[in-house]
């Protein structure tokens, strides 16, 4: 395989490298160790052996010292980077600003939009021939005026503006969240540091400037950054998941398999490795490769690849069977080790490679299908509005071709004229385009532009509260969430650990002990014990500035206990220089079986001792003896440890204390005991003390829970901790209150509830745990994707639960995919949670989700404000539209008139309404839930009330307006008569009557006071002074192009005083009780139950699939890497 990964990479770029390294003057070329880290286990140290001698024989040979390191010359370092490469793999394109374009347009009401316009474009240029004559009759099919006919055009021109706008308002803010997520993912790159050594000194240094020789040290919890071979080990065993699908975890030692690959994670122990490769010539950097080659030859390759396939079918498959083989033996591994995960999680469909590739190309290739719940019903709603659009419109067609037919052959008496058809024709054509104006007032085209802005607007905001949205519609999910489960480390409390309490010779303090209290022997083996038995990389710096706490680096709970030795009066550093890591002789190191971290060290009289720690019910199980007052041992019988765990821990743990158990063992000089036997060595250990560290609950996090609970949210803690503490620090933050019926259980109670006598998991069982279950203790990341699919997938309750999840480690990826909405820690959260997560909190903060559900909340009723003012202008507009027409054949309102109202208002409201900041009083209310219409009944309420009030006013105006004002009819004016006074009122007041319904529109629950927090919303006040200003400049200066005529003072005072008489009888709708009004329906629900495809429910039964890839994307790499260079090799085998 090695062979064919290498040609795939260019060969001009190693001819050239070639010739460098023979310049660069080092002993390994970079093909050498290319083929040098594809090789694993025996071969790898076999050709260490034969070419090398050993790891310190490869050192020598790119000139750098296995202790020591490089010397940190900056003309070493470059030069190394020249010949070996960078550390970085440069991302994949970002979309251009012109795909994303593309992908805007595919919204189904900007499609109608454009079809409406084009139709309206195309009809205002069609002008047929032949003059009226008296023969055809000379029908007036509405006063129009030059100006009229000459802004034809306008309308058209205009829709197809504002679908433009839309688009490229939707296209940009894709493209800048994009790049504010590249931003966000550099500056995270730049963030991450790894630990090399250079001039002796250990320095942190960014992942990227890592080069070849460079001495790394590595610890639990890594993700490797390049490749490497191991020169010194503790106990290493890693995760190669991600690259050879192998679920076991690889025992690595210097005289076993010392290669250590990029993008694999350490699980257990420590060590020191050279680097080897780096960047795209590091085993993971090769696959990178190949995958972003293959994007680009993809295209040029799919059509061939199509009669290569079935080609492959007749006889390809000889030739790849053995190539097949090494893959297909990785699979099937992986599929047994597998099969114990499968009750959770089917295992990934990798081995059907092919069918994983086409839903991958399907998945990649189409616009994102899944639309978030808002999406799906605003797109409904547009649809409906559409169809009923169309019938009125259709209708008002009809009526004017069926009045103009009576009119003229009927009452007139004429006779159809072959030379009159061209006129006939016009008039009809004119009727068209009547309808087709009556279609585009319907149709609400500020309602994607309104959703956009919302959307955008949040985000940016959400921001500056600490939340960092990487999928748009996450923002408005949130704010339906039902559910919250939440981490306790690091999100409820900061994650600052301290020691508080101690037992030591058996006495309990409650706090700090001092020094002189305790016996010189057990305080020396207290020091000893922690200092030495914890990773050398944790350590307590002091305080950057005065007055601050010291800096805790490395694992919180080894801070913790460091910092207990500094209060001590003690310090760590010196034990440490006296026994250097290097001189440790065997270490356990800490992982979530074992739950324990052990040491062993020689004595200077050729005995070993070995320092154990670990949690203190594990531990003590595991001690025979403990240490007295006066230092002396004194046996420790299981009585004795019941009365322990009563009295000490179970009062600790009540406090919400984390209780560690620190011990010792001392093996005598004689024979060495079997070091692999690691019941046998940890146990009959000698209690040193027990210590209680506190994990403080961050300070607003119990009034962020308070502001949930009252908000119907129930948040739940999800925690690897022992019951107890879990349970006080719960209620610490309010999770769980005195007095109320809850369920705290521990991850193997929970499952005992859930499953049934086979071991398979029961929705019955789960949905009789989960309504009541508070805190989850000792879970497992199985449990939390458990429990997050069972609220999930329950159907008691009216409603479908919408679950928020927050997680940091990289186990926690599957919870994140399944839920709702996936919350990542930025700070402490690992890659691959981030990589699942929908929102990434940068403060790692409970509080910040509270501010992502006001957010959420805020959107939903941002847009039901819109859509009520929008519908109100629709209804009427229409109706005016079409009586008028019907009626005196002409609508009041004109085209260019109806183009201001419809487009710049709408556009305006909508950027006036969907930018109104979130309030507290959103978190008053229960969620709205998933089937919850977007036009509540109370909303429908003011939408008709309103129409009824606007249409009362206009219709007054359009028969008795001449009579009132004293003025000149405009009905039935002559053709080119120059506008009239009478439809410039009408005109006038319906724009009035909308600003006054904007303010209006602020509230859709009925409010009364509808002015509440207008002016913390300096964009609303602008736009509605703003849209005032270009009204008046529209009447009294707009003339024929907008066929208006200046009014008066009186007449504009009239217009005004009817305006504002929309907030008074807004009052009067207010006080109608909705519930009265029975006829009242709600619209805009969710899709249906049955409206749901066959290809959500598809992607429904991928969804574990996804969270499993999301764990495994690396090995779906790696075998889509070897799938890729086996289609290459029987491409190449076909042209030959």
Known sequence: MGDVANSSVGHHAKNQQHGANRAGGFGCTLPELRSLMELRGAEALQKIQETYGDVSGLCKRLKTSPTEGLSDNVTDLE?????????????????????????????????????????????????????????????????????EAEAGWIEGAAILLSVICVVLVTAFNDWSKEKQFRGLQSRIEQEQKFQVIRKGQVIQVPVAELVVGDIAQIKYGDLLPADGVLIQGNDLKIDESSLTGESDHVRKAVDKDPMLLSGTHVMEGSGRMVVTAVGVNSQTGIIFTLLGASGEEEEKKEKKDEDIEAQRGAHGHKTSKQQDGAVENNQNKAKKQDGAVAMEMQPLKSAEGGEMEEREKKKANGPKKEKSVLQGKLTKLAVQIGKAGLVMSAFTVVILVIYFVIHNFVIGGRTWLSNCTPVYVQYFVKFFIIGVTVLVVAVPEGLPLAVTISLAYSVKKMMKDN??????????????????????????????????????????????PDPNNLNPKILDLLVHAISINSAYTTKVLPPEKEGAL???????????????????????????????????????????????????????????????????????????????????????????????????????????????????????????????????????????????????????????????????????????????????????????????????????EFNRRIRNEKGEIEQDRLDKVWPKLRVLARSSPTDKHTLVKGIIDSTIGEQRQVVAVTG????????????????????????????????????????SIVKAVMWGRNVYD???????????????????????????????????????????????????????????????????????????????????????????????????????????????????????EHYTIIFNTFVLMQLCNEINARKIHGERNVFEGIFSNPIFCSIVLGTFGIQIVIVQFGGKPFSCAPLTIEQWLWCL???????????????????????????????????????????????????????????????RGLNRIQTQGIFSWLIK
Request: aromatic letters at 6%; a negative charge; charged letters at 25%.
């Open 1057 to 1119: 005083f009817i305006g504002i008489g929309e907030l008074v009888w807004g009052q009067v709708i207010a006080t109608i009780p909705t519930s009265q009004l029975k006829f009242l329906k709600e619209a805009g629900h969710g899709p249906g139950k049955d409206e749901i495809t066959d290809e959500e429910m598809a992607e429904d039964e991928e969804e574990i699939d996804h969270a499993e890839r999301e764990l495994r994307r690396g090995q779906i790499l790696w075998f």
């Open 79 to 147: 030069k190394r980077r020249q010949i070996y490469g960078q550390n970085f793999i440069p991302p994949k394109k970002p979309k251009t600003f012109l795909q994303l374009v593309w992908e805007a347009l595919q919204d189904v009401t900007l499609i109608i939009l454009e079809i409406a316009a084009i139709i309206s474009l195309g009809l205002s240029f069609y002008a047929p021939p032949g003059e009226q004559s008296d023969a055809c009759g000379n029908v007036s099919a509405g006063a129009e005026d030059e100006g």
């Open 467 to 512: 939340n960092l949205v990487r999928h748009l519609d996450a923002c408005e999910t949130m704010g339906n969430a039902t559910a919250i489960c939440s981490d306790k480390t690091g999100t409820l409390t900061t994650n600052r650990m301290t020691v508080v309490q101690s037992y030591v010779g058996d006495t309990h303090y409650k706090e700090i």
């Open 808 to 847: 940091d480690g990289t186990n926690d990826g599957p919870a994140l995919k399944k839920a709702d909405v996936g919350f990542a820690m930025g700070i402490a959260g690992t890659d691959v949670a981030k990589e699942a997560s929908d929102i990434i909190l940068t403060d790692d903060n409970f509080s």
């Open 550 to 748: 010291p800096r805790q680096v490395g694992n919180k709970t080894e801070c913790a206990l460091l910092g207990f030795v500094l209060d001590l009066k003690q310090d760590f550093q010196p034990v440490r220089d006296q026994i250097p890591e290097q001189k440790l002789y065997k270490v356990y190191t800490f992982n979530s079986v074992r739950k324990s971290m052990s040491t062993v060290i020689c004595m200077p009289d050729g005995g070993f001792r070995l320092f154990s720690k670990g949690a203190s019910e594990i531990l003590l199980k595991k001690c025979t003896n403990i240490l007295n007052n006066n230092g002396e041992l004194r046996s420790f019988r299981p009585r004795d440890r019941d009365e322990m765990v009563k009295k000490i821990i179970e009062p600790m743990a009540c406090d919400g204390l984390r209780t560690i158990c620190i011990a010792y063992r001392d093996f005598s000089a004689g024979q060495e005991p079997e070091w692999d036997n690691e019941n046998e060595i940890v146990g009959e250990l000698t209690c040193i003390a027990v210590v209680g560290i506190e994990d403080p609950v961050r300070p607003e996090v119990p009034e962020a829970i308070r502001k949930c609970q009252r908000a119907g949210i129930t948040v739940r803690m999800v925690t690897g901790d022992n019951i107890n503490t879990a349970r006080a620090i719960a209620a610490k933050c309010g999770i769980i209150q005195p007095g109320e019926d809850f369920l705290c259980l521990e991850g193997k």
């Open 862 to 980: 941002s847009i039901s404000k819109f859509l009520q003012f929008q519908l109100t202008v629709n209804v009427v507009a229409v109706i005016v539209a079409f009586t008028g027409a019907c009626i005196t054949q002409d609508s009041p309102l004109k085209a260019v008139q109806m183009l201001w109202v419809n487009l710049i208002m709408d556009t305006f409201a909508s950027l006036a309404l969907a930018t109104e900041p979130p309030t507290e009083s959103l978190l008053l209310r229960k969620p709205y839930g998933r089937d919850k219409p977007l036009i509540s009944r109370t909303m429908m309420k003011n939408i008709l009330g309103h129409a009824i009030y606007q249409l009362t006013v206009i219709f007054t105006l359009l028969f008795a307006g001449e009579v009132m004002f004293d003025i000149d009819s405009g009905r039935n004016a002559p053709l080119h008569s120059p506008p009239s």
